[in-house]
Nanobody, 121 residues
Framework: VQLVESGGQLVESGTSLRLSCGVS????????MGWFRQAAGKGRELVAA????????RYADSVKDRFTISRDNAKASVYLQMNNLKSEDTGVYYC???????????????WGMGTQVTVYS
C-alpha cells in the first residue's frame, strides 16, 4: 500500500491551498480517508476524515468552515481544500487510510510520508 501526498507550499495567511493524496495497493473505494497534521514540537492531530460512503465526515474544530475533504474514487485520490489559511495551520500534513472510519480516527491504518505546509503572516 502506498500513499503519496503533494501540494504543500509556503503560503501567505489568508490564502488557499489544495493538498492531494494518491493511493495505490488497495481497493480505494472501500476505505475511509483522512488528513492529519503535525506542527513542530506537537503531536499529530486529525484534520479531516471522510468515510467510504462519501457522506460521513469529521473535522477538527479549528478547521471547520475553512477546510474541505473530498475524494475521487476513480482516481484513487483524496484532497484537502484549505481556505483562509492561518499561521497555526503550519505543519506536516499526512494522508492516511483505514478500512474502518473508527480506526482511522485514532490513527490506525496506512500512512503517507507527509507534505509540508507553511503559512506566514
Amino acid at each position: 500500500v502506498q500513499l503519496v501526498e503533494s501540494g504543500g507550499q509556503l503560503v501567505e495567511s489568508g490564502t488557499s491551498l489544495r493538498l492531494s493524496c494518491g493511493v495505490s495497493g488497495l481497493t480505494f473505494k472501500n476505505y475511509a480517508m483522512g488528513w492529519f497534521r503535525q506542527a513542530a514540537g506537537k503531536g499529530r492531530e486529525l484534520v479531516a476524515a471522510l468515510d467510504s460512503d462519501t457522506i460521513t465526515e469529521r473535522y477538527a474544530d479549528s478547521v471547520k468552515d475553512r477546510f474541505t475533504i473530498s475524494r475521487d474514487n476513480a482516481k484513487a485520490s483524496v484532497y484537502l481544500q484549505m481556505n483562509n489559511l492561518k499561521s497555526e495551520d503550519t505543519g506536516v500534513y499526512y494522508c492516511a487510510t483505514s478500512l474502518m472510519m473508527n480506526d482511522l480516527l485514532i490513527g490506525q491504518g496506512y500512512w503517507g510520508m507527509g507534505t509540508q505546509v507553511t503559512v506566514y503572516s
